[in-house]
Every structure is written in C-alpha cells, then in structure tokens.
C-alpha cells in the first residue's frame, strides 16, 4: 500500500483532540439543529460521535445559542467548536462556556481590535483559533486602480487568510488552523496550495456548499481528496445538503480511498460485466452491511468471477471470487475453502470474524 507524504504542520489541541503535527487526519462535521436546542444538539453530536465524527461545530448566530454552548460542551462526548460570524462578543461568550475551539471568519470580522479581545481570552483558555475564509464573505475589494485587474478569487480568499492570521501572529498566537473553503474546486485547491507554501500551520480543509447527496459527495471527493493526495490538510470536512450524519461515512470513504486512515471495513466490490453468473450486486452489499456493523478495520473483496476475482482476493484479508455454483474464498492471499453459491455471504461472515479476532489479540 502507498503512503502518501504528508506536509508538516503545526499541532494544535482542540481540546482532547489533536489536529496536525503527526496526528492522523480527524474527520469533523457541524450539526444543523438550532443550536439554542440543547437536547436536539447534543443528540445530533451523539450520532455524529457514533459514526466516527471527532470534532463537532455548532453555529452560534446569537446570544441564546451562545447561551447553549455550557450545556451542549458538558454533555458532548467529542470536542465542541464555536462557529462565530460579524460579533466578536459571541466568540468571548462562547469562549467563557468553555468551548474547544473557535472559528472566525476575517470576512465578517474586520476590525482587528475585536479580533485581539477574542485572542486574549482564547489563549488564556488554551483555546484554538480556526482562521476560516468562506469564498462567500470575502472582505470586500480595496479600490482598484485605473486598468487594474481585480485579483482571482483563490487570492483574495488567502490574503483574507493572512490578515488574520498576521494579527494572531502578531500576538505571539501560534494555536492556528486556517480554512479557504469555496465552491469551486480549482479555485479551493490554489487557495489551499498557497496557504500551505505560506504558513506552518494545521489546515482544515473543505468545499463549501457543495450540493446534494451526490453530487455534493463527489465535489467532496475530488476538492479533498486532491489536496490530501498533494498532502495538505490535517482536518476535513464534507459537507452536503443532506442529514449530517451522510458527512462522516463520505469523510472516511475519501480518507481509506487514499490510504490515509480505514475505519470500518474497506469493500472491494467488482463492477460486475457480461462475465458474471451469480447475483453479486446484493451479495457485496450484503457483506457490506454486515462488515459496516461491527465497525473493524476488514478488507473484503467480493468478485464475480475467476478472471480479476483471485487476484483482487488475494490483496484484501478476505474475499471471495465467486462462481456458478460455487466460490473460492480466500485468506490473506491463500484460498482456505471453496463453498456453495448459498454460502457465500456465511462463509465470508465466519472468515471475517476469524480475521477480526486475530487482529484484536495482535
Ligand atoms: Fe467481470 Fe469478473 Fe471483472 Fe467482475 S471480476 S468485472 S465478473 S471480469
């Protein structure tokens, strides 16, 4: 398996949670219930935590929500961040619930002062600052002059960037990650490459309204995922006009995709083709199913036939090629049994748990 050389940041703690320097990639998402509900809140973060998410971010667009946060950061059982926009004074309040991080938008906060309040306090908490440009509330444009042409979006969003970050710097602040998060995937990936050959520091990376389920999943896909194959990013978020909860499987699908981290089992499915003769389509969905619920790190391979079918079995920890009537099913490269078609998804079950069982004793 290839590894992918990842860029060197600088850690950062949001609370219990590493983000950058040598920690693995952490998958974050933001719940969509009104942040004033404490209960609905809480239960969303719980879903999200279920799944696989490490950080959680909640909205807080006024003081009732900013009144919230004490509640939702006791009882949530992964780190909450503090999404603030326009009012510095929702930071400090969020800061003073004993929020594990904030995220600013330089777009909307533009008078430095505030911003050096909010710094004071967020580093007398140890509190990580998330410098988060959006394409859509960039700074506006200083006058141009006779003939001059404005700068490209992926420009403006990184000097809206730098201007806060200089500001923090300034301040002897390093607890920084920085975000450019745009629709448009080139102009998210130059914004996300310039940032990374500018500063140290740990990069939360992302499309910003993305779109629905699928074609937003995709947008997700190519944006993140290409960045993260040039090894920029340290904390990702997908985001989708969909359930929060469809962010955190999409996350981590990109995240095995490029061997960055496996959660869950890792299904090598054949596309199936005028070769096949059995129903595979339902059987490797079946196995799916099956590996996603017990949640270990499994590779299974399900292939409908004899020409790729070995080949591809013999990579995962289990698999099976599977035939007319009956299948071989293999084990780490060997095949262990052959077993009728009816007993192609128990066969596979029992070899998992075998798999599963070894790997947990070491
Ligand atoms: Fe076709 Fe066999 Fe390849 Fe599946 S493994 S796509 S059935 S050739």
Not at 296 to 315: D, H, L, S, Y
Request: hydrophobic content about 45%; proline content about 7%.
């Amino acid at each position: 398996m290839m590894e992918i050389q990842r860029r060197t940041s600088r850690p950062v703690w949001v609370g219990k949670v590493q983000v950058g320097g040598d920690a693995p990639i952490v998958v974050q998402s933001m719940t969509n219930t009104s942040t004033a509900d404490v209960q609905a809140t809480v239960r969303q973060i719980n879903e999200l935590a279920d799944l696989g998410c490490e950080i959680a971010r909640v909205a807080v667009p006024d003081r009732h929500a900013a009144a919230a946060l004490p509640d939702i950061v006791r009882h949530s059982p992964v780190p909450v961040v503090a999404d603030i926009h326009y009012d510095y004074r929702l930071a400090l309040a969020a800061l003073k619930a004993g929020v594990h991080g904030l995220r600013l938008n330089p777009g909307n906060i533009r008078d430095p002062e505030k911003v050096r309040i909010v710094v004071r306090l967020a580093r007398e908490r140890g509190v990580p600052i998330r410098v988060g440009v959006n394409e859509g509330s960039l700074p506006p444009l200083p006058p141009l002059a006779d003939g001059e042409m404005p700068p490209p979006k992926w420009q403006r969003m990184v000097d809206a960037a730098l201007w806060e970050v200089r500001i923090l710097e300034e301040m002897g602040f390093d607890q920084i990650k920085v975000s450019l998060k745009a629709f448009d995937v080139p102009t998210t990936i130059a914004a996300y490459r310039e940032i990374a050959r500018q500063t140290p520091y740990a990069l939360h990376i992302g499309i910003t309204e993305a779109g629905t389920l699928r074609s937003g999943s995709i947008r997700n896909a190519v944006g993140i995922g290409l960045l993260l194959a040039e090894g920029i990013g340290d904390t990702i978020r997908v985001s989708v006009s969909a359930d929060p909860k469809e962010e955190i499987p999409i996350a981590y699908d990109i995240l095995r995709a490029l061997n960055l981290r496996q959660r869950g089992p890792t299904i090598v499915a054949c596309p199936t083709c005028g070769r096949i003769e059995v129903d595979l389509i339902p059987l490797a969905l079946r196995v799916e199913e099956h590996f996603q619920k017990l949640g270990q790190p499994i590779t299974v391979a399900v292939m409908g036939c004899v020409v790729n079918g070995p080949g591809e079995a013999r990579e995962a920890d289990i698999g099976i090629a599977a035939g007319k009537g009956k299948g071989a099913i293999f084990r780490s490269g060997q095949v262990v049994r052959v077993v009728d078609e009816a007993d192609y998804l128990s066969a596979l079950v029992e070899e998992g748990q075998k798999v599963i069982a070894e790997k947990a004793s070491g």
